[in-house]
């Protein structure tokens, strides 16, 4: 998954400064720990970051 593809995913699910604001403060624990941005930058894919995020605030599947 490309990032701008991710991005605008996020944007799309959570809305535009919800979901920076959960890319940049949220920790997440199915990444140790770190927020989504922190993530994507330490090399971790962009569709590991959407899956986590989907899965911590119950976003239906079929949208994953």
Known sequence: MRLTDFRELVHGEFGVARGDAL???????????????????????????????CAEFDVPRVRW
């Not at 940049?24 to 959407?50: C, F, M, N, S, Y």
Request: proline residues 6%; aromatic residues 4%; hydrophobic residues 40%.
């Open 23 to 53: 890319l940049t403060d949220h920790t997440l624990p199915a990444l140790g720990g770190r927020t989504g941005a922190q993530a994507i930058e330490g090399g971790v894919e962009p569709r590991k970051v959407w899956r986590a995020l």
